[in-house]
């Protein structure tokens, strides 16, 4: 069944860009929709802020005919210059915001299935006025987005519900920790930074999809993405109101993680949020370089350099963007949207089909650059430009120190694969931890580890893009991860040692033939990785927010909202759920 | 004449009573004159049972300190804050015990009570009257969502709901208030305590609380207690006093739009509300960190005496530079993790290195199975690395435990 949805695209108040329509129209596929919206992933719990009562779910009206979409009744649409956003459109369009990440991240060339949650649910509840805080977040523990309002300077209300960028953002949190649960437990700053990091990019990647409002503010900026634009600014509302600078974090910045980078870029290694800034600004800066390159080959009428793009990729682009937009909009189309659109794309396959690569465990930026190249490479060995200006950017910024580092063989042979019944081993948990066992040196399974957990193993055929078209390619995941124990800050009572994980993805080819390795990853982590994770506990002690056993915890033993919970297992320290301190560190970061 | 002094703590279930008998030399004339202190006197319920809060306690407690004062009128009396483990005990002695006659019993020379108890405190700081409204609002919001779920008797919210409820702890801290009313001082860290208490030779001084409580209340989270405003507002301060709810305005849960599983969205429900447990810590908190935090000399020993004071007082405390090393430490709050300072305010107080030979002791008056985590183990050994730690438990029996200083 289908429906289609108004979302949307920009403040009705904000005068700024002329005759485009504050909404745009999103159409989504699922088995049912019922009054919310809800759909078998996705519900609109609206809980008015003043009673805590649960407004009426807006009615959908089924679709007239069995091909045709439905929609959901609106009193009112929201249209330029409206002083407010009514309540029942704001809901349906977070709906719609919710459902164009999610299809985003599942689309064919991306993660190329269903993203299944990491909180043991069909069904992402979304609260769009969840109360009186400058604030947003993706919660596992409740399965819930929550976003909250707030009024600005000017007595205005806030929504943050009504950005796309914000709803982006909280949505790729939600998808991100189905795809990678071991970021939300993580003790590595780097890691929750990797959260933050790809939350960032889905919004700009789903703003880059608003088409006509992205052409528009392209113009205005004369074709030139080497500013702080509003593409690249996040929840523009949203930070504006809060007055703390432009936007809340920018993408367009050379911060770095170098030892040697220039004080005013150089970030602290303890804090997830600033360090997101450099990994994020990391992938946007090779956006723009692809764009910039691209924009010079459209504008010279050449044919796409394939190094760059397949020229498959480029035109399956430009048909997506005339089913999106008005009549006549991709024909119109200049070379720098063109450039821009499918150098986004690009991005979004390149950094998304990364995230199943990543080794599970306490991750760091190296182990997420390594994963994206990995996987970039296996897939379209041929467009390597883009992957040499990652590396350039990677060393850049200090996520590793050279080339070397970040070296991931892609696509060999190895005896431990070539005989092995991928059916049986997704299938059985016998045989994969059979599998593992036997295969501890491949694996990089330390001997002295005793215990180690393989994850559910996946079954994924994505699209990859060749210079003769698409061709579809069947990947067989298989992780495992394992516990380690390290020194930990001796600080305020803390245990002398504490758990991290490690972790391993063999990723192999289920395509004719005998299985052959996709790419094998392993996590790597340094000194000064454990130095960056003494950082966090310390700021969190310091903010009194990491809380031990019982601390965790108020009456009636409610878990604490403003804590994150560790225990002592056998003297050493866990931390769990150390991805809420994302949203419980700062009010107005998320 | 001893010439020791003597700390008493009086096992009184969860709360606080200390007794304190100080050889008091006047330099002027040589003479040395027995005075003494007494600290708070309460105790509430734990999570565990309604022992810890039982009044039982008290008889004896209240007989042991008349005899002490062996018909002499008590020399200083100190309520250290506004929470019914420490506010209770003098005011059901007074009515339950010796309902005749207790104050012709028990006469007192000087009382201090915390600052913000005085009656014109809210009207001479606004700020922290605007807080203390928000919270009394928050507390009331809570109460009744409590009530209406029918939690409020549960272990865990029946004892944080009784020691905050103004209500309840009125009464304690409106008797403490007639105990002397000419010679009450409300007392900060500012404070002059010149005409405050008689003691010639013993010096105090007072490190907490601030004379503005407005730092010590934090944050509310906002809550979706099903009530809204208009509810919140129909809920009056008779239902939060009387502690009931009215039986038209049953609870009843929300329930789930069709397509949405129904333990998913009662969990929803709660996680909403999970910011309730934060500020009703909260809440308490304020209250514990307004603690009157005073230091005592006496011929080389220095004595300090903590109330029940958390986290933001003792980083108050050590931002002002007062926090010096001691020899007695009255552990705060009932032995929890929040009640005893982390890093350098510790160190401070208990450094590694004792600063001279004298030995250094720690005294803790507490209750197993309370809630958060009272009494608590890494606290406690963390404590008993720097100086030699007695709590109540270990002699749970005993009326009281004491330690003797000598001159």
């Known amino acids: ?169 909280e949505t790729a949190h939600a998808v991100l920790d189905g795809v990678a649960p071991d970021l939300y437990e993580t003790i590595s700053p780097q890691g929750l930074a990797i959260h ?57 910045n050379t911060k770095s993680i170098h030892p040697d980078a220039p004080e005013q870029d150089r970030v602290d290694r303890g804090s997830p949020h600033d360090l997101s800034e450099v990994l994020s600004g990391a992938f946007y800066r090779v956006l723009v370089r692809v764009y910039d390159e691209l924009r010079r080959q459209y504008g010279a009428r ?43 794309e690009r991005l979004k396959r390149t950094l998304f089909r990364g995230l199943d690569y990543l080794p599970p465990g306490d991750v760091t930026f190296a182990d997420l650059a390594r994963a994206v190249l990995a996987a970039d490479e296996a897939s379209h060995p041929q467009s390597k430009r883009q992957r040499q200006w990652m590396i350039a950017e990677f060393i850049k910024r200090g996520i590793a120190p050279d080339g070397r580092a970040l070296e991931v063989e892609t696509n060999f042979d190895h005896p431990a694969v070539a005989d092995l019944d991928l059916a049986a081993l997704v299938r059985s948990d016998y045989v994969a931890y059979d599998f593992a066992e036997k295969n501890r040196d491949l694996l990089g399974i330390p001997r002295r580890i005793k215990g180690f957990e393989v994850r559910p193993r996946l079954d994924v055929t994505k699209r990859d893009w060749h210079r003769d078209g698409p061709q579809e390619t069947r990947e067989c995941f298989f992780k495992v991860a394992w516990t380690e124990m390290e020194k930990n800050v001796r600080d305020r009572g803390l245990p002398d040692r504490r758990r991290w994980t490690a972790g391993t993805t063999l990723v192999m080819s289920w395509d004719e033939g005998p299985p052959t390795v996709r790419a094998l990853l392993t996590t790597r982590r340094t000194r000064t990785d454990r130095t960056d994770t003494d950082r966090l506990l310390l700021h969190l002690l310091d ?40 949203h419980i560190t700062e009010e107005g970061g998320s | 004449m001893s010439d020791t002094l003597t700390i008493r703590v009086y096992n009184v279930g969860f709360g606080d009573a200390l007794l304190i008998t100080v050889p008091d030399r006047d330099p002027a004339t040589g003479e040395t004159t027995t005075r003494r202190i007494l600290i708070d006197v309460g105790n509430a319920p734990t999570v565990a049972s309604a022992e810890g809060g039982s009044v039982d306690f008290f008889p004896p407690v209240i007989e042991d300190i008349l005899a002490e004062l062996d018909g002499k009128p008590l020399d200083l009396y100190i309520m250290t804050h506004e929470h019914l483990d420490h506010v209770q005990g003098l005011h ?116 907490a609380p601030e004379e503005d409580t407005a730092d010590y209340f934090s944050l509310l989270l906002a809550l979706d207690l099903d009530d809204g405003p208009a509810a919140a507002t129909a809920a009056t301060a008779a239902d939060a006093a009387t502690g009931t709810a009215t039986d038209e305005d049953p609870y009843l849960p929300p329930s789930p739009p069709p397509g949405v599983d129904a333990g998913a969205f009662l969990n929803l429900v709660d996680a909403r509300n999970r910011g309730l447990a934060d500020n009703m810590l909260a809440i308490d908190k304020a209250a514990n960190d307004s603690s009157i935090v005073f230091a005592m000399e006496w011929r080389g020993w220095r004595f300090l005496f903590t109330g ?100």
Not at chain 1, 201 to 227: K, V
Not at chain 1, 544 to 562: S, T
Not at chain 2, 121 to 129: F, G, K
Not at chain 2, 161 to 166: A, C, H, Q, R
Request: with cysteine; hydrophobic share 40%.
């Open chain 1, 196 to 252: 933050e990091a790809v939350a960032d990019l889905t919004s700009l990647l789903c703003a880059f999809r608003c088409r006509e409002l992205a052409s528009r503010i392209l113009e205005q900026m004369g074709g030139d993405l080497n500013h702080s634009t509003a593409f690249s600014g996040l929840a523009r509302q949203f930070g504006a109101a809060l007055d703390r600078g432009r936007f809340l974090r920018d993408l367009f």
């Open chain 1, 302 to 344: 050449r044919e796409i350099d394939p190094d760059l793009v397949a020229a498959p990729e480029a035109e399956h682009v430009q048909r997506r963007v005339a089913r999106q937009t008005s009549a006549g909009f991709a024909d119109r189309l200049g070379a720098q949207s063109k450039a821009l659109f499918v150098a986004s």
């Open chain 1, 1 to 169: 069944m289908k429906v289609t949805v108004p979302v949307i695209v920009k403040d009705p108040e904000v005068a700024d860009f002329k005759g485009i329509n504050p909404t745009e129209k999103i159409t989504i596929e699922e088995e049912i929709f019922l009054d919310g919206p809800i759909s078998p992933r996705v519900a609109i719990l609206d809980f008015d802020p003043e009673s805590g009562e649960l407004a009426p779910g807006v009615p959908f009206v089924p679709p007239g005919t069995i091909k045709g979409a439905g929609s959901y009744r609106l009193d009112h649409e929201i249209t330029e210059g409206d002083s407010r956003v009514p309540t029942r459109a704001a809901a349906v369009s977070v709906f719609g915001a919710v459902h164009k990440a999610l299809r985003m991240f599942e689309e064919k060339d991306a993660l190329g299935r269903q993203v299944e949650w990491a909180f043991d649910a069909p069904q992402l509840l979304v609260v769009p006025r969840a109360g009186d805080r400058a604030n947003a977040y993706y919660e596992r523990e409740s399965h819930s987005l929550q976003f909250f309002r707030f009024p600005a300077d000017d007595g205005r209300m806030i929504f943050a519900a009504h950005s796309q960028d914000i709803v982006a953002h």
């Open chain 2, 92 to 207: 059901y002695a007074a009515r339950r015990i010796y309902p005749d006659d207790f104050q012709d019993r028990f006469e007192v020379n000087h009382v201090w009570m915390t600052a913000s108890a005085a009656d014109d405190y809210y009207d001479n700081h606004p700020e922290a009257e605007k807080q203390r409204l928000a919270y009394d609002a928050m507390l009331k919001r809570i109460t009744r969502h409590l009530q209406r779920k029918g939690l409020a008797e549960e272990p865990g919210f029946m004892e944080l709901l009784g020691i905050n409820n103004p209500y309840s702890t009125k009464d304690g801290v409106s008797y403490l208030k007639t105990l002397n009313p000419d010679h009450t001082a409300y007392i900060h860290r500012e404070s002059d305590l010149e005409g405050t208490h008689p003691f010639r030779e013993a010096a105090f001084s007072i490190w």
């Open chain 2, 308 to 407: 029940d004071a958390e986290e933001k007082s003792w980083h108050k405390m050590h931002e002002h530079g007062v926090l010096q090393p001691v020899h007695f430490l009255k552990v705060s709050h009932h032995g929890s993790h929040n009640g005893t300072p982390e890093g350098e305010a510790f160190d401070a107080i208990l450094p590694e290195e004792a600063p001279d030979d004298a030995e250094r002791y720690a005294m803790t008056s507490t209750w197993e199975d309370t809630y958060s985590g009272i009494p608590h183990a890494a606290t406690d050994e963390r404590i008993a690395s720097r100086c030699t730690l007695y709590s109540n438990l270990q002699e749970k029996d005993a009326l009281y435990m004491e330690l003797g200083f000598p001159g």
């Open chain 1, 543 to 582: 903010k009194n927010l990491l809380k031990v056993d019982g601390a965790a915890y108020g009456i009636g033993g409610i878990p604490l909202e403003r804590a994150v919970a560790g225990e002592i297992l056998e003297g050493a320290l866990r931390i769990k759920g150390m991805g809420r301190t994302l």
